[in-house]
């Protein structure tokens, strides 16, 4: 993995965590539904932030070589570029 890509993606993990707690937290002290769920948006988009840091990583790294080889192994690239897209439903 790429260094300053992994040190990001450490960090992010560590930031998800905590706003994991809270939501925990707001849950168990029946805080406002609408507060909850503005605190688990915030969440799908630190993950969303988290899946960008790692497709960059993979796109810079295992695609990038996977293409460079061709064939088979460029065509399974493709299938994890879809898959991770949502493209391919299998």
């Known amino acids: 993995m790429i260094e300053d890509i992994k040190k990001r993606a ?8 905590g706003q994991l707690r809270g939501i925990a937290r ?12 503005t605190q688990s948006r915030a969440v799908q988009r630190s993950l969303e932030s988290l899946n960008r840091l790692l497709l960059e990583n993979h796109l810079r ?3 990038t070589t996977m293409f460079e080889q061709g ?7 493709v299938g994890e570029l879809l898959k991770a897209f949502e493209f391919d439903r299998r």
């Open 10 to 17: 450490l960090h992010r993990t560590s930031i998800l965590e």
């Open 26 to 37: 707001m849950i168990e002290n029946e805080e406002y539904c609408m507060d909850i769920i």
């Open 61 to 63: 790294t295992h695609v």
């Open 71 to 77: 064939g088979d192994e460029r065509e399974q690239a």
